[in-house]
């Protein structure tokens, strides 16, 4: 095929890509070593890369020949040779354990630089161009957090907004939202964007010993929104687990008789809008988008009734057949939530505070909290992207996986959020990966540009490819075939060539 030719830069993309080290293999897909590719666009040609990411979890597990760093599902125990009763004494030293600085999930750009990034609080930066790890950067230096999202948010400036969770600091546990700036003073060039960081607020967690889970968050101009779900981590399990010989995944528990709560943080006071929203119990990991329209914020969530994702991705049950036998118990439902912040106070109780066109409900209860029910836009998609430059603002595209019952995903959709139209790009035996949108430099509309996927075949003797898409018609532009052994990844982002040094920087 032909590829456009402004298309010019770096498609990045992450995920788990080796299980086994030695004889001893991880419990969960979401456990494998970090595998780095890149696709490299330049004058309607396509270069393919991949590296492990050479963190210390790599070269500590390479070196034994053995899993000896424990990942979330994947409990691991000294080597024998090492003096047990001290690695045992740091365990019981410390609350919180060490984490792995496997950043296995995502990509991140702060300032010139990019990183690979986990859940825990290590990211690592690497080149771009080489893949090559390079220095390992903690938060924790920074900013009091134990695990942190791999989904920031950038603003218009380039500058980060992230979040995470700080564990039992100070006799609190609480969520940071904080703020990286894409570039510090002239003068002071030696620091880095992290000696900058600052924290824009705290919200303390509904429970000390129990923090929610999340994935990602949401943002829109003038607020951050904060979803605390009823699937938490149990600090006293996870402090226990090393003895008890356990995985921290198991220290994990949905409560489906409880509630979800939202929290609104002004972006201007820095503080949280005092009123209770709330919905009933759910699991969630990505945010799709949100906006403000007439004093309502509306958020999109690809939402699920129980937390059974996680478990179906434990490498006992990735078996030959796992397309067919493992079915969710609960189908990934894109749902959004209207949320009037501004709304009478002297509303009677039970009644509806939704003023815009939307069969989503906020109803005001006897004790000032309000109970929102979401709209439902569609079902069976998941790994959603929009086009960014409208995030936070009113979109109408959202690109994504679909999945029926099973969780691999089986084709890539475009969903129209105002006409509720789905086009589908779909082969036979083929897993594709998170699209990502590219807009066209010289865009006019949302939708003009292109949508990129790693696709890998069912049979590993036919090699995967990178598919290019028109986002517009959804008809294929191209396709890049790879002859090389390319794993499912998790995420990724594109680098414009404008956006990046000069490889000799």
Not at 214 to 237: C, M, W
Not at 265 to 286: C, G, M, N, P, Q
Not at 316 to 345: G, H
């Amino acid at each position: 095929g032909q590829l456009p030719t402004w298309l010019q830069g770096i498609l990045l993309r992450n995920g788990p890509g080796m299980h086994t080290i030695g004889s001893s293999n991880y419990n969960h897909w979401f456990d494998g070593l970090a595998l780095l590719h890149s696709f490299t666009f330049k004058n309607g040609e396509v270069y393919y890369r991949s590296k492990y990411l050479r963190s210390d979890t790599y070269n500590c597990n390479i070196e034994a020949n053995r899993i000896v760093v424990s990942e979330f599902g994947t409990m691991a125990y000294p080597d024998p040779c090492k003096n047990i009763f001290a690695k045992a004494f740091s365990y019981l030293s410390h609350t919180i354990p060490e984490f792995t600085d496997n950043c296995l999930i995502n990509i991140m750009k702060v300032g010139d630089d990019f990183y690979a990034t986990g859940e825990t609080n290590f990211i690592r930066k690497i080149n771009p161009y080489t893949l090559e790890t390079l220095e390992k950067v903690d938060y924790n230096k920074y900013v009091a957090v134990n695990v942190a999202t791999s989904h920031p948010h950038y603003d218009s400036a380039g500058n980060i907004l992230n979040m995470g969770t700080s564990i039992v600091d100070k006799g609190k546990t609480k969520y940071l939202l904080f703020k990286i700036p894409s570039s510090v003073p002239e003068q002071e060039n030696k620091k880095s964007c992290f000696k900058h960081l600052e924290v824009v607020c705290s919200v303390p967690s509904r429970s000390l010993l129990h923090p929610s889970y999340y994935h990602s968050f949401g943002i829109t101009e003038n607020y951050i929104i904060f979803i605390e779900q009823p699937f938490r981590l149990d600090i006293v399990k996870m402090a226990t687990a090393y003895m008890r010989g356990v995985s921290w995944a198991s220290c994990l528990a949905f409560d489906k008789d409880d509630k979800t709560w939202f929290h609104f943080i002004d972006r201007k006071t820095k503080k949280e809008v005092s009123t209770k929203f709330y919905t009933d119990a759910l699991v969630f990991f990505h945010h799709v988008n949100a906006y403000e329209e007439d004093g309502h914020i509306i958020f999109d969530i690809i939402a699920y009734t129980d937390n059974s994702l996680y478990d179906m991705f434990y490498l006992k049950n990735l078996c030959k057949d796992f397309d067919q036998t493992v079915k969710f118990t609960s189908i990934p439902t894109y749902k959004r939530f209207v949320v009037p912040l501004q709304y009478d106070k002297d509303a009677v109780v039970d009644s509806n505070l939704v003023t815009l066109p939307s069969t989503a409900t906020a109803v005001k209860e006897k004790d000032g909290s309000i109970y929102c029910q979401p709209e439902i836009l569609c079902e069976g998609i998941e790994l959603p992207r929009i086009n960014y430059n409208y995030n936070g603002k009113k979109n109408e595209f959202v690109f994504a996986t679909g999945v029926q019952w099973s969780p691999v995903p089986t084709k890539i959709a475009k969903f129209n959020t105002q006409t509720r139209e789905m086009l589908f790009w779909e082969e036979d035996d083929c897993w594709p990966s998170e699209p990502v949108f590219v807009p066209n430099p010289d865009a006019k509309e949302e939708d003009d540009g292109v949508v990129l996927t790693c696709v890998v075949k069912i049979d590993p003797k036919d090699p995967p490819f990178l598919l290019v898409l028109d986002a517009k018609t959804f008809t294929e532009l191209g396709r890049a075939t790879v002859n090389v052994e390319m794993h499912l990844d998790l995420h990724g982002m594109f680098v414009p060539q404008q956006d990046m040094k000069t490889e000799t920087e």
